[in-house]
């Protein structure tokens, strides 16, 4: 028999984990991943204060995608892989 410690566990090793709050939102602005909120508002404060209304558009996707590369980045890092190793 299970201990309910180890049935808690076993449930939750199965799940996966939960969008942060506003990701949708994200998704349907088109922007890739899962950049936070937070980050996106941001690039676009920031980036429009410095150019404006282009700065609107290219600022959350130019502060996404930096996030991504730092994400895979990290997690190369944390599997010991180099980018030589990689799939084939």
Do not use: C, D, K
Not at 5 to 32: F, N, Q, T
Not at 56 to 73: D, Q, T
């Amino acid at each position: 028999m299970m201990f309910q410690e180890e049935r808690a566990a076993s449930a939750y090793a199965g799940r996966r984990r939960r969008a942060p709050r506003g990701a949708h939102l994200i998704g349907i602005a088109g922007i890739a991943g899962a950049a936070t909120m937070r980050n996106v508002s941001r690039g676009v404060i920031s980036v429009a204060l410095a150019h404006g209304l282009l700065g609107l558009y290219l600022g959350p996707v130019v502060i996404s995608v930096f996030h991504e590369l730092v994400v895979a980045w990290t997690r190369l890092g944390a599997t010991g892989q180099t980018p030589e190793s990689g799939a084939h």
